[in-house]
Nanobody
C-alpha cells in the first residue's frame, strides 16, 4: 500500500507564507501527477495546483502568482509554497498522487492538513 503524509499547515496572518510538504511512501515504482487540493467549510473540494513528473504545472486562477508547486522525484515528495496568503485560502489542503505499481496506476489521497489564514 501507499501512504501520503502532509505537513506544514497551521495558522498564519494575512500576507504571510506557509510551505506544505507531502511525502509518499510504500509500494511505489513511480509517480505521475501529484497535486494539492483544498476544501473549505461548506464548499466543494477544488484543485489548487498540479505537477507532472516532468515538472509541468497547472494552477487554479485564484492562486496564480502566489502559490508554487514543486516536487522531488527522488524523495517522492511534492511541495506547495504559499505566499501572500488571504483569509479565503483557509481550508484543509490534501495531497493527491497517481502512483504506478506494476502495470497499473492507482490514485491516493493524504489525510489533509489545516491551513488557517486569520489575524
Amino acid at each position: 500500500q501507499v501512504q501520503l503524509v502532509e505537513s506544514g499547515g497551521g495558522l498564519v496572518q494575512p500576507g504571510g507564507s506557509l510551505r506544505l510538504s507531502c511525502i509518499a511512501s510504500g509500494s511505489i515504482f513511480s509517480i505521475n501527477n501529484m497535486g494539492w487540493y483544498r476544501q473549505a467549510p461548506g464548499k466543494q473540494r477544488e484543485l489548487v495546483a498540479r505537477i507532472t513528473r516532468r515538472g509541468s504545472t497547472t494552477y487554479a486562477d485564484s492562486v496564480k502568482g502566489r502559490f508554487t508547486i514543486s516536487r522531488d522525484n527522488a524523495k517522492n515528495t511534492v511541495y506547495l509554497q504559499m505566499n501572500s496568503l488571504k483569509p479565503e485560502d483557509t481550508a484543509v489542503y490534501s495531497c493527491n498522487a497517481d502512483v504506478i505499481n506494476g502495470l497499473k496506476t492507482y490514485n491516493y489521497w493524504g489525510q489533509g492538513t489545516q491551513v488557517t489564514v486569520s489575524s
